[in-house]
């Protein structure tokens, strides 16, 4: 079957979305880029659904304002705050406004790697989606900004100068995760159980083997999906499974019960039930809906 689920490399998120950019900017795959949001960002063509990347990324916003969804929690990130994105998640940029002014730095995972190897120690970062910095901390991050983008529009590939830039932003917004309002525990484990789901959900809707997975029990591992999303483990797990069953039901090629084993449900009246209790329609008015 068609993969029509794939995780966007950062060529494809930028041919895909942003048709407009510069062939310089469009062919660009560096492992760390950074671009002025007002060049990047406005005009973006905006999703009808969330997509994921096999990048991360940083949105800071200097000037007006920018709305993403991140693993379907929705953050509206205005001046002094910034977004990130980890690869994998689900995302997608509902609205920027006219008026908006930052920066976008997308990184790949072995930007780890080589900064690791560069320290001599291996460098660990906590996660959270979105930090409301302090002025001082604002105005660090844009000079930082500033100063990393100079730096990689040189001729020069002086890796030892640009990875402590780039790593002092990361340094800095992690002092901000280590202090989220909710435990710092749980935090982790909702992260890295969302990851998870993400990777497995097609073979795997059980709680019991995220739970497993993560090395806790069932209980808890609801508890804090609860306490973090609103939701249960249970619900956040069809909730991804029915939005990759949405992307495949826009490939009219595929019929509904192909779909529904593709995905691994039982049989398709079965789909069809989950579909519609998530979705509140059917599979086949979903369809109905994109075509009408």
Request: proline letters at 3%; aromatic letters at 14%.
């Amino acid at each position: 079957m068609k993969n029509t689920f794939k995780i966007l490399s950062s060529q494809e998120y930028k041919r895909t979305y942003f048709p407009y950019l510069e062939e310089e900017i469009l062919s660009n795959s560096n492992a760390l880029q950074i671009y002025e949001i007002e060049r990047y960002l406005k005009g973006i063509l905006i999703p009808a659904l969330s997509y994921r990347t096999s990048f991360s990324f940083l949105i800071i916003v200097t000037h007006g304002s920018v709305r993403q969804s991140i693993n379907k929690e929705i953050h509206t990130i205005s001046e002094g705050e910034c977004a990130h994105i980890s690869e994998g998640v689900w995302t997608d940029t509902q609205f920027v406004s006219e008026d908006v002014r930052g920066y976008v730095l997308a990184y790949e995972s072995n930007i780890y790697t080589q900064y690791s190897l560069f320290q001599g120690k291996q460098v660990e970062f906590n996660y959270t989606p979105f930090y409301k910095l302090s002025p001082y901390d604002f105005e660090a991050t844009i000079n930082s900004l500033k100063l990393l983008k100079n730096e990689l529009n040189l001729a020069q590939n002086r890796t030892s100068v640009y990875l402590p830039i780039f790593y002092s932003i990361l340094s800095r917004l992690n002092t901000y995760a280590q202090e989220n309002k909710a435990s710092g525990r749980e935090v982790e484990i909702v992260h890295y159980f969302k990851k998870l789901v993400n990777q497995f959900h097609i073979e795997n809707r059980a709680v019991s083997f995220y739970a497993e997975k993560l090395h806790i029990s069932e209980n808890y591992l609801n508890r804090c999906v609860k306490h973090i999303t609103l939701k249960s483990a249970k619900q956040w797990i069809n909730e991804v499974s029915i939005e990759h069953s949405q992307l495949l039901l826009r490939d009219l090629t595929l019929d509904i019960a192909e779909i529904a084993y593709a995905m691994h449900y039982p049989s398709p009246s079965y789909f069809s039930k989950i579909f519609k209790k998530t979705r509140g329609i059917s599979p086949i008015s979903y369809r109905q809906s994109l075509v009408s």
